[in-house]
Structure formats: C-alpha cells, structure tokens
C-alpha cells in the first residue's frame, strides 16, 4: 500500500514537473515570437496575426512596443493603400510602403498606423485609438504607453460619405435626418460612447463559443498559438483580406478627366473621387458634426495628447483640371459629373468647415492641398494602378509633410 502511494506521489509530481517545464517552455515561445519574431514578420505572414496585434508588427518603430510614439489615424490613407503597398505585397521581408515609414525615417520617432480602409470619423477617432489601446494592454505580456501626438488623415474624398452612412440611427422613416434628435445635447455623444465605441471592432469580431474570461484571457494572450492556426480561425474570426485590384476595375473608362501634368494634358480615369459632391447642405453639414463630436469624443479620451488634423485632397482636387466637368465617382447614385468649378469650390468650403471644427476642440489643422497640388503639377501622385490612393510619390510627400508639422510644432 506504502509503495503505491509512493508510486502515485512520484507519477503526480513528474507530470506536475513536466507540465510546469511545457508551460514555460511556451511562455519562452510566446516572448521569443512577440519581441524577435513579429516585427520582421512579411506583410502576407503578419494579416494571420490577431487583428489588434498588427499594428506593433509595423516596421516604422524602433521595437515592438511604441515609444513616445505618433499614432496615425483615418481610413485607407493611414493603411498605406496604393500602388507603393501592391509593389511590396510578395516581399519577404517587412518594408517601407507608405507615410508612417517616411515619417518614422524623417524624425527618427516610432510611428505606428492604426488605419482601416473604410473607417468614417467614428471610428478613426474612436474606436481605432481605443480598440488597439485596450487590445493590447489586456495582454499579460504587453503594456501600450498613451500615444505622445496624434496624426488623424481626413480624406476629402469619402470621409463625409462614410459619415453620413453612419447616421442612419438618426433617419426618420421617410429617409430623411431626424436632425431635431441628432443636435440634440448629447445625443450623438452619448451614441459614440455607447454604441459605436466597438462598432465592427475586434472585441464583437472576436467571438468564439467561450466563457467571457476565457475570451479576455486566451484570446489576448497566447499569441503564438494564434498566429500559427490563423488561417483555420481557431480562436478570431477577423481577417484582413489583401489589397485588391479588382475594385478599380470601373476605372479604366477615360472621358471626361483631363488635367495637366508639366507641359502635357493627361486624361485621368473616370470615378477618381470628389469633395463629397453629392451631398446636400443639409447632409453635409451632418456629416461634419460627426466629425466634430468624434475629435471630441477622442479629446476626451485622451485629454493630454495634442492632435493634428491632416486635411488631404480628394484624388482630383490634387491636379490642374482643364476640362470644365469632371466624372467622379458615385456613392449616393445621384450622379457623377459635375463642374470642376463647384467641385473646388465644394474642396474649399469642406476644408474650411473641417478647419473650423478641429480649432474649436484645440486640434492644430494642417491644410496639405497646397503641397500635394505643387508636386502633381509636374507628376502624378497617384495610380496607374490604385487611382484612389496615393503613389510611392505621394505618401513620401506625406510623408515629409507630416514631418515638418511635427518638428516645427515641437511634437
């Protein structure tokens, strides 16, 4: 009987032996995959990464984890979407393709993008900065520092689009803006905050069948594990699909869009994208509250981080058009041609509505048309493949002119 107790004794301390040595042999794994693994990661490798963990496998930063960092923020533009990305897709490596690794080399700083393609004003002020914030510091391993500046790209071209579609909580019946309820105290802040905070965002993507503390604990840890089954979404279900051309197929029509580049007249393809033609006043001036309310909404959030506003053209207000209309492309299907004219002075009027609602919440609001219109005098900045985003051309002007924001602010 004394021998086999001390039978049991020795069997339940060696399995305890070797399932202590397994479980920090992982813990070594996991470390070893976080700080010497994932900032080399290639670009096709790093889309099977737990979606709030992307961002620190950028290769604009100095290590892993950010420091005394710049956080870009907005839609496709801060993601890097273009023809420089579509260029790199097949690399082995992690390189350079757009405005945050031009910055990160002109000043030396970490950089990191929290860009989505598609994101409106909520959720590139809001839910981006807070979903990776709180993602990351759930992790055992991990600690995120507070951004030291933030770079919000608002794109003229869709940005008001996008928030508009978001305001259909606010239609009445007929279609039209419940604009009593919209303008009412609060209540747009209090449907950020509360509804829209984590609207597609990873904590509602992320949804295996489990218990909520084997959701927080398993699914912010365990990153390795993670990585490897991604492609069989053993634990997310969020996955980032490669840029595609298939999408710009539609833009291979050339009728209407003619510009100057040097001393020769180019024709740009039709469906190149406007200042938000096709909304109304009424619509527009929605879409900026929504705008207004989210920087709100992120100064709150973050009340001891300055913010820049960096204001970009739409992909043909950046050129010298010559012919009098211009094709551009439909969100609304209310049309697309319309007078080039209208269509900059619609650029000026968005800009200085934009201006107005970064200073009223102390946002510093950086007019990048001017620059972008210099250099497409003489090439093209954007396509000739991705004619909705900048070229290599264009986010290393952005790139650059970021930087000097940020110098002569003394960020």
Known sequence: MLANNRKIWHVGVNTLLISLGIAIGYLAMEVIFLYAIIPHLSLEKQSRLPPGLRPLAQSSKNGLLPHHYIAVLGDSYANGNGDWLLSILKSLGNPHFQSIHVL???????????????????????TEPVQFDQYINHSWLLNLETPALFIHYFYEGNDLNDNYERLKPFRRDDGKLDTQ????????????????????????????????????????????????????????????????????????????????????????????????????????????????????????????????????????????????????????DRGNIF??????????????????????????????????????????????????????????????????????FGF
């Open 181 to 332: 309820k919209l303008y009412e105290p609060r209540v747009l802040d209090d449907f950020i905050k509360n509804k829209a905070m984590f609207y597609a965002g990873y904590f509602d993507d992320i949804a295996p069948p489990w218990s909520g503390w084997k959701l927080k604990y398993l699914t912010r840890n365990l990153f390795l594990f993670q990585f490897l089954c991604g492609g069989l979404d053993c634990l997310t279900t969020n996955k980032r699909n490669p840029p595609s051309l298939d999408r710009f197929k539609n833009l291979n029509h050339y009728s209407i869009n003619e510009v100057m580049i040097g001393e020769t007249a180019v024709s740009l393809p039709d469906g190149m994208q406007g200042p938000g033609m096709e909304l109304d006043e009424e619509e527009t001036r929605a879409s900026v509250w929504v705008f207004e309310r989210s920087l709100a909404a992120l100064r709150n959030n973050y009340p001891n981080t300055p913010v820049i506003i960096a204001y970009l053209p739409s992909t043909l207000t950046a050129y010298r058009v010559l012919s009098k209309q211009v094709a551009l492309q439909s969100y609304m």
């Open 339 to 408: 007078s080039t004219s209208e269509m900059f002075a619609r650029s000026d009027r968005l800009a200085a509505m934009i201006r107005d609602a970064s200073e009223r919440h102390g946002a510093i609001f950086a007019d990048t048309r001017p620059v972008f219109r210099q250099a497409a005098r003489k090439k093209l900045i954007h396509g000739p493949k991705d004619w909705l985003h900048f070229n290599q051309l264009g986010y290393t002007i952005l790139g650059e002119e970021m930087a000097h924001l940020v110098k002569n």
């Open 104 to 126: 990160h080399e002109k000043t030396g700083r970490d950089v990191v993008s929290y860009g989505e393609s598609g994101a409106d004003s909520i959720y590139g002020l809001v």
